[in-house]
C-alpha cells in the first residue's frame, strides 16, 4: 500500500496541473484538448519527438538523482545547477588535455595523447569527481562548521558559473571564435550516439549512450541507497539523525558522503553534453537543469524509479512545449514553466487531495 500512495499523489498532482493548466490555455483563448494533443503528439512521434525527449530527460536524470540522494540525508541541494557546470569543463579539460587535436587550427596545448579506450573513460571519471569534490564542499562545511547547505551550495553555483566562464574565455577559447566556447574535444573522447545502434533513429538526433550510462546510474542509486550499508546509514541520517547518531553512525561522515555522491550525479550531465552532444564545453549550455532537477526529485518522491519517470515527464512537456509555441496562436512554451511550478505545487500540497480522498473514503478502501 505504500506503494500506491508513493504512486498515487504524485499522478493526482500531474493530471490537477494539466487540468488547471488546460483553464488557463481556454481563458487565453485556446483549445486545451487541442494544445495538449499536440505537446503529448509531438513528444512521442517516431523517430525525433522519442529521439529528442529522451535526450532532453537525460540531464534531468542525473541531476534528479543528484537532489534525490542529498534529500534522502536529510539535505537541500539546491548547487546541482554549479555542480555540472564544473563536471562539464572537467569532461572538456581532459577531453582536450590529453587526447589528440580535433583539428589543427584548434590546438591546445597537451600533456599526452591517450588512446579513446582510455581517453573516454578518464574524460567521465573527471566530470563525476570534479562535481563530486564541488557538491563536497557544502558537505564538509555543514559537516565541520554547521553552515547551512543551502547557502552555501547557491553561493557555489555563482562561483562555479564564473569560474569555468572566467577559464573558458582566457585559456580555453580558439582565437577569434565569436561564441563563449572551449575549443572541441579530442574525437577519441566522443560518446556514440544511439542512432548508430538503433535502426530508424537517425544519428542526427543527440541522444547518445549518456542515456543509458543514465538508466545505470538510477540501478546504483537503487541499490547504494537500499542494499547497501552506506546506503542505510545515509537514509537513517536523513529520517532522524538524533536516533542514527545514538545507533553508532557518524553523522558528519554521512553529510559529506550523500554531498559528495549528489555533486558526482550532478557532474554525469557533462558527459551528455560535451562528449555525447556538443563536443566543447559551451558557456551557459544548462537550461535550469539542477534547479529543474529539484522539481524532478520532489515529483519522483526520491526514487529512482520515480525520478526517471518524472525525468521523462518533464523532458515530454519540455519538447511538447516548443511546438506549442511554433503551432498555437496564444499559447506559448511558458505554459511549460507554469505546469511545471503547478505540479510542484500539489505535490509538495498532497494534504489538500488527502482530505477529499478521505471522504469520499478511497483512502481507506485503498488502505492508505
Not at 503529448?40 to 532532453?56: Q, V
Not at 553561493?155 to 572551449?182: C, E, H, R, W
Not at 537550461?287 to 532537477?293: L, R
Request: hydrophobic letters at 55%; one cysteine or more; aromatic letters at 12%.
Amino acid at each position: 500500500m505504500k506503494l500506491l500512495q508513493e504512486i498515487l499523489f504524485p499522478v493526482i498532482a500531474v493530471v490537477a496541473a494539466l487540468v488547471v493548466g488546460g483553464i488557463v490555455v481556454l481563458i487565453i483563448g485556446d483549445n486545451p484538448i487541442q494544445t495538449y494533443k499536440l505537446m503529448f503528439g509531438s513528444a512521442f512521434s517516431w523517430p525525433d519527438g522519442i529521439g529528442y525527449t529522451l535526450f532532453n530527460a537525460t540531464p534531468l536524470i542525473f541531476t534528479g538523482l543528484a537532489v534525490a540522494v542529498a534529500f534522502r540525508c536529510g539535505l537541500l541541494n539546491i548547487g546541482a545547477e554549479g555542480q555540472l557546470y564544473i563536471g562539464a569543463f572537467a569532461a572538456a579539460w581532459v577531453g582536450l588535455k590529453f587526447g589528440a587535436p580535433a583539428a589543427a587550427n584548434t590546438v591546445v596545448s597537451q600533456f599526452v595523447q591517450l588512446p579513446g579506450i582510455i581517453l573516454l573513460p578518464l574524460c567521465c571519471i573527471a566530470a563525476i569527481v570534479a562535481g563530486a569534490i564541488w557538491g563536497g564542499i557544502p558537505g564538509l562545511l555543514k559537516a565541520k562548521f554547521g553552515s547551512h547547505e543551502v547557502i552555501n551550495t547557491i553561493m557555489l553555483n555563482f562561483i562555479a558559473v564564473a569560474l569555468v566562464s572566467y577559464f573558458t574565455q582566457y585559456f580555453y577559447k580558439v582565437p577569434g571564435d565569436p561564441i563563449m566556447q572551449t575549443a572541441p574535444i579530442s574525437p577519441s573522447a566522443h560518446i556514440s550516439r544511439l542512432g548508430r545502434f538503433i535502426p530508424g533513429l537517425p544519428e542526427r538526433i543527440p541522444l547518445n549512450l549518456s542515456f543509458i550510462l543514465a538508466i545505470l546510474a538510477c540501478v546504483f542509486v537503487y541499490l547504494l541507497l537500499w542494499k547497501t550499508r552506506w546506503g542505510y546509514e545515509i537514509r537513517a541520517t536523513g529520517q532522524n539523525p538524533s536516533a542514527a547518531e545514538y545507533g553508532g553512525i557518524s553523522i558528519r561522515k554521512q553529510i559529506i558522503l550523500a554531498m559528495a555522491i549528489s555533486g558526482g550525479l550532478a557532474g554525469m550531465v557533462g558527459i551528455n553534453e560535451v562528449l555525447g552532444y556538443r563536443y566543447v564545453y559551451y558557456d551557459g549550455f544548462s537550461a535550469n537543469y539542477g534547479f529543474v532537477g529539484i522539481a524532478v526529485a520532489l515529483l519522483g518522491r526520491n526514487h529512482p524509479v520515480g525520478v526517471f519517470l518524472a525525468a521523462i515527464l518533464f523532458a515530454i512537456l519540455l519538447r511538447g512545449g516548443i511546438f506549442v509555441d511554433a503551432y498555437t496562436v496564444h499559447v506559448s512554451k511558458d505554459i511549460v514553466d507554469m505546469l511545471q511550478g503547478i505540479v510542484i505545487i500539489f505535490v509538495a500540497a498532497e494534504a489538500m487531495f488527502r482530505g477529499p480522498l478521505k471522504k469520499f473514503g478511497l483512502l481507506r478502501r485503498a488502505k492508505i
